[in-house]
Each structure stands twice: as structure tokens, then as C-alpha cells.
């Protein structure tokens, strides 16, 4: 299968020999382990690229890893439009977490030293290829050529069960109802869930895919700590959502988490 026909991952980085070398040494092998091929995305100021083909490459790529050391406006720009088109998201740092923009803290970050060793940038290739071969576990599998004369057998139908859910999946909806109060459960606050079970990679890639499912949704909601009021786009199961943990046997009855702070909805369901 010739490259061009492969599934893409885009890749965006800083500008400089060091993310050069970073992705020649590092992340061109761990993303081309997983079957998918890199495909760098460029922002040049002085001829910059129009909007509608950056966002036209990231969606037609199949997921998208990024670099976020430095503040950079065109890759903050694509993780927002990744984020949007429900693309999964293999993020990169070797800033401090206290850096990162306070909207987009809940997704998952693969940390690794600033002045890193090679050891170092063996276990970031290991933590990305980890990551991307969970998002897309069939991204590396090629469809072997049939038999001549041999039939072909019928596909399994409980293969594409619309029930089918990934572990990590059931994981971020169970968390919701378990840990959900009247104010929903933030998003920031499932990521720390899910860092608890050894998930916070996974964490935005199970919220996109049950916004797809319409398992859950996102409202604004005020909430009041003290004398403080302020804004969270908080997440809730949807009747779907609660109605898939009913029929598999995974509704939580008991031992909810008892509501922290009061709050209303901006919006109705």
C-alpha cells in the first residue's frame, strides 16, 4: 500500500533544529509503528497557508500529535480545530503543567525533560506509540490479499455492535456517574479520575467519542465557591448514556458523590 493511500497523522511542532531532530529521532518512529504516516503540518508567516486547507488537512488526518513546549499560535489553533472535529489527540510537552492554558488542562499531556537524556526520548516514543496504538488499534493492521478459489467469510456481526464500547470508554462514563453531581462533573476533574486508574492519556479521546455516541454533553454551569461565582463547561450523561449503563449492568444505585457547591444551569436539557 503506497504511502499516499495510508491513514495520516499530522504532526505540528515549534520551529527549530531541536523539534527537527525531535521528530526525525523520535516521533516519525513511534508514529509509523502504529501504521499511520506522518505528515508534517507548516505555518509560514510570510506566505501563510489559508484557513480553510489547515483545517481541510486536519480533517482529513486521522489524528493529530503536537508539540505545545512553546506557546505557538498555529498549533494552538489546530488542537482547537482537532478538538472540534472530534480528531484524536496525541499531545507533547516539556513545559510545566502550570504553563498550559487553563481551558485546555484537561487533555492529556506526555510530558518529557527539557534537557532530556536518550533514555528520556526512548520512553516518549514508547509513551506515544502506547497512546496512538490505543486510539487506533487496527491503524497498523493491513488486510491480508484472499486466496484464489477460497471464499471469503461472512463478516462477524457482533463485530460492528453499536453497543461496543472501549474499555476507556465505559471507564469516563462510569466516572460521570459515579462522580457526577446535579453540576455535572468537570472536565478537568474526569482527567484526574482517569489519571487515578492510569487513563489520563485518555481522557479526551473517550470524551470525544462519547460526545460522537451522544453518551454525554457538555453545559455551561455557574458555579459558586464562597463568595466566588464563575463559568464551567461542565459534562453530563444523556439518557442514551444512562440507558447503555442500565442494559450492560454498569448504572451506579449507590455511594453517589454528595454535591460540593450549589449550582444552576445556564441551559436545559
Known amino acids: 500500500m503506497s504511502e499516499s493511500n495510508k491513514k495520516q497523522c499530522i504532526v505540528l511542532l515549534p ?4 523539534f527537527e531532530h525531535l521528530f526525525e529521532e523520535v ?12 505528515s508534517r503540518l507548516y505555518w509560514n508567516a510570510f506566505a501563510p497557508t489559508p484557513i480553510h486547507i489547515f483545517v481541510d488537512e486536519i480533517e482529513q488526518a486521522e489524528t493529530l500529535v503536537a508539540d505545545t513546549s512553546e506557546h505557538t499560535d498555529e498549533i494552538w489553533l489546530a488542537i ?9 489527540l496525541c499531545l507533547i510537552s516539556s513545559a510545566v503543567e502550570a504553563n498550559v492554558p487553563l481551558g485546555i488542562q484537561y487533555l492529556p499531556h506526555i510530558s518529557y525533560p527539557v534537557d532530556a537524556f536518550p533514555s528520556d526520548y526512548i520512553e516518549l516514543q ?6 496512538l496504538s490505543a486510539v487506533m488499534p487496527h491503524a497498523d493492521i493491513v488486510e491480508p490479499e484472499p486466496r484464489l478459489h477460497a471464499p471469503l467469510p ?9 453497543d461496543d464500547l472501549a474499555s476507556y470508554e465505559v471507564m469516563a462514563m462510569t466516572i460521570l456517574d459515579l462522580k457526577g453531581s446535579n453540576a455535572g462533573l468537570s472536565p478537568r476533574d474526569l482527567g484526574r479520575e482517569m489519571r487515578a486508574c492510569n487513563a489520563a492519556p485518555l ?5 470525544n467519542a462519547l460526545k460522537r455516541r451522544r453518551f454525554i454533553e457538555i453545559k455551561p454551569v455557574q458555579v459558586a465557591e464562597g463568595n466566588e461565582l464563575y463559568l464551567s463547561e461542565n459534562l453530563f450523561l444523556t439518557r442514551s448514556g444512562e440507558d447503555w449503563l442500565i442494559r450492560h449492568g454498569k448504572r451506579a444505585t449507590t455511594h453517589r458523590t454528595a454535591v460540593r457547591s450549589r449550582a444552576r444551569f445556564l441551559s436545559t436539557r
Open 15 to 18: 520551529p527549530g533544529p531541536h
Open 27 to 38: 516521533l516519525e518512529i513511534a508514529i509509523r509503528k502504529t501504521g499511520l504516516v506522518p
Open 80 to 88: 482547537g480545530c482537532a478538538v472540534a472535529l472530534g480528531k484524536p
Open 126 to 131: 514508547k509513551k506515544i506509540y502506547a497512546q
Open 154 to 162: 461472512p463478516p462477524s456481526p457482533q463485530s460492528v455492535s453499536p
Open 203 to 207: 481522557t479526551s479521546h473517550a470524551m
